[in-house]
C-alpha cells in the first residue's frame, strides 16, 4: 500500500518554508525522500531509519516519527531549484532481507519569484 | 559517477507485441528495481531483483515478467502489451549500505522509458 503524502501541491516565493508530510499504515524501518524535476529522473534527498539515524544531503531536513509512521520534510529558505515533485519512499519492518520501496503520488512543489 | 542506462528512451508499439525494457547499472549494485510512473498515481514498484536470477513482485506485477541474467541488467518483459501498459517505465538500482538484513540504501534512477501502446 502506497504512503499518503500531503499537500499534493503546494506554490512558494523564494525565501519561504515549506513542510511535505508522508505517512503510512506499515510498521516502518525507513523512509527515502527523493526529487523529480519535470523531464528528469528522481534524485535522493535523504534516508531516514528507525532509531534516528538519518542520511542525506546537508541542507535537508526531515524527521521520521516511528511511533506514528509518519514524516516530514522541511524545505526552509526555499529557492527557485527546490521546484519539482518530491516523493516519499516507505521500507516496511521486517522485509526478509530484501529492499523494497513502495512510493506514495508525490508532492508537486513550484517555488516563484 | 553513478549511471543507470534505460535503452530506449521513447518506444511505440502496438497491442499485443512483446516488449523489452533493459536496465543496465555500473556500480555493482546487488538490488534493482523497475517502477511505472503514471499521472496522479506516483511510483508504483512493479517486480525487484536482489540478486543475479533472483526476483520479487511489486505491488503491480499482473501484465509483467523480468529477467536479471547478470548483476548488472536488469529487463522488463511486456508478454502481450496492452493500452492501459502506455507509462513511464523507471529503473533503479540500490546497494545495501551495511551488511545483508535489514538494511537500505538510496536507490539510484534511470531517466526513465515512456512507451506508447497504440
Known amino acids: 500500500q502506497q504512503p499518503v503524502q500531503s499537500p499534493q501541491a503546494v506554490i512558494l516565493r523564494e525565501g519561504e518554508d515549506a513542510v511535505i508530510n508522508c505517512s503510512s499504515s506499515?510498521?516502518?524501518?525507513?523512509v527515502h525522500w527523493y526529487r523529480q524535476k519535470h523531464g528528469e529522473a528522481p534524485v535522493f534527498l535523504m534516508i531516514l531509519l528507525k532509531g534516528g539515524e538519518q542520511k542525506g544531503h546537508e541542507k535537508i531536513s526531515a524527521s521520521f516519527n516511528e511511533k506514528k509512521q509518519q514524516s516530514s520534510l522541511y524545505l526552509t529558505a526555499s529557492q527557485l531549484s527546490y521546484s519539482g515533485t518530491y516523493f516519499c519512499?516507505?521500507?516496511?519492518?521486517?522485509?526478509?532481507?530484501?529492499?523494497?520501496?513502495?512510493f506514495g503520488i508525490g508532492t508537486k512543489l513550484q517555488v516563484i519569484p | 559517477d553513478v549511471k543507470v542506462t534505460q535503452s530506449s528512451r521513447y518506444l511505440v508499439k502496438r497491442t499485443g507485441e512483446k516488449v523489452f525494457l533493459e536496465c543496465v547499472q555500473d556500480m555493482d549494485h546487488e538490488n534493482m528495481f523497475w517502477y511505472r510512473q503514471d499521472p496522479g498515481l506516483g511510483l508504483r514498484l512493479i517486480y525487484f531483483s536482489y540478486d543475479v536470477k533472483m526476483k520479487e513482485k511489486g505491488d503491480i506485477p499482473e501484465g509483467y515478467s523480468v529477467s536479471r541474467e547478470k548483476k548488472e541488467r536488469f529487463s522488463l518483459i511486456l508478454e502481450s502489451a496492452s493500452t492501459n501498459q502506455t507509462s513511464m517505465y523507471l529503473c533503479?538500482?540500490?546497494?545495501?549500505?551495511?551488511?545483508?538484513?535489514?538494511?537500505?540504501?538510496?536507490?539510484?534512477f534511470g531517466e526513465g522509458s515512456r512507451l506508447t501502446v497504440l
Open positions: 533503479a538500482s540500490s546497494f545495501f549500505w551495511g551488511g545483508r538484513g535489514q538494511d537500505t540504501g538510496e536507490l539510484f
Open positions: 506499515k510498521a516502518l524501518y525507513s
Open positions: 519512499g516507505t521500507e516496511p519492518r521486517n522485509s526478509g532481507g530484501y529492499q523494497k520501496v513502495t
